[in-house]
C-alpha cells in the first residue's frame, strides 16, 4: 500500500475523513447482518474510528488494521485504555479490552488474525484506496474472508470537485468490484454533504453515501 501518504496526512492532521461521532449507517443498518455478539468484527483501515467503541459497547470483540501507530495511539488514549503491545509478523499489534488492532499493512495480514471474524465493517477502506489497489482489496476480501457478511459504506461524488481520497466509488464500480461474489443489498443512499463540512471546503457541493449489505452469493 502507498503507506508515506497516509502516514504524512496522520502526521499532519489532515483527518477531514475522520468522525467524532459514530456513523449514523452503523447504527441504523449494523443489525441486518444478523450477526450477534459476542463475536469478532473486522474493522479495516480503521483510523481512530469511533465507530469501534459502538461495536464494543454492544459486546463484539474487534480487530482492526491501521497504518498509522499514532491513529492507534489516539483511539486507545480516547478509551482511556493503555494497551499491551507485541510484534508478530511484522505487525505492531496492540491490544486492550475488546480491540485488537494491528498495525502495519492491510494486505499483508496473516490468515491467523482472521480466524475468528464473523463480519466485516467497511465505512473507510474501499473508499480510501486509490483505483489500483480497490481491485486488490476486492479480491483480498473474496479470498480472506470468503464466507463473512460485510456492511460496507461508499461515497460517490463528482470527481471533478475533488480528488480523493477518499475516492468516489458509485454504484457500478462497487458492482463491478464485488458483485461477482457478493449478493449486494442496498441499505440506505443519502446526500451527506451537510454533514461534511471538511469536504465541503474541498469544493464538494454533493457527497452521496450508499451503505451495502454484503453476503457471498449462495
Known amino acids: 500500500m502507498e503507506t508515506s501518504f ?32 459476542p463475536t469478532t468484527v473486522f474493522v479495516p483501515l480503521c483510523g481512530k474510528s469511533r465507530d469501534m467503541e459502538w461495536l464494543a459497547r454492544r459486546g463484539y470483540q474487534v480487530v482492526g488494521v491501521e497504518l498509522s501507530e499514532l491513529a492507534i495511539d489516539a483511539f486507545m488514549e480516547s478509551q482511556q485504555l493503555k494497551p499491551v503491545q507485541r ?17 502495519g499493512d492491510l494486505f499483508a495480514l496473516p490468515d491467523q488474525c482472521m480466524e475468528s471474524v464473523s463480519a466485516v465493517y467497511d465505512r473507510a477502506s474501499l473508499v480510501a484506496l486509490p483505483p489500483h489497489l480497490q481491485c486488490q482489496y476486492a479480491d483480498w476480501l473474496k479470498t480472506k474472508l470468503p464466507d463473512t457478511p460485510a456492511l460496507i459504506v461508499s461515497l460517490a461524488y463528482n470527481q471533478s470537485e475533488m480528488k480523493g481520497p477518499p475516492f468516489s466509488i458509485p454504484e457500478v464500480r462497487v458492482r463491478e468490484l464485488l458483485g461477482d461474489h457478493y449478493a449486494l443489498k442496498i441499505l440506505a443512499s443519502d446526500d451527506v454533504i451537510d454533514d461534511n463540512a471538511a469536504l465541503r471546503k474541498r469544493g464538494l457541493t454533493e457527497l452521496h453515501e450508499t451503505v451495502y449489505l454484503a453476503r457471498r452469493i449462495s
Open 87 to 103: 510484534q508478530q509478523d511484522g505487525f505492531i499489534v496492540k491490544s486492550a479490552g475488546p480491540y485488537e488492532i494491528w498495525c
Open 6 to 37: 497516509w502516514l504524512e496526512r496522520w502526521q499532519n492532521g489532515e483527518i477531514g475523513f475522520h468522525r467524532d461521532s459514530f456513523n449514523p449507517a452503523l447504527e441504523a443498518h449494523w443489525e441486518k447482518l444478523e450477526v450477534e455478539s
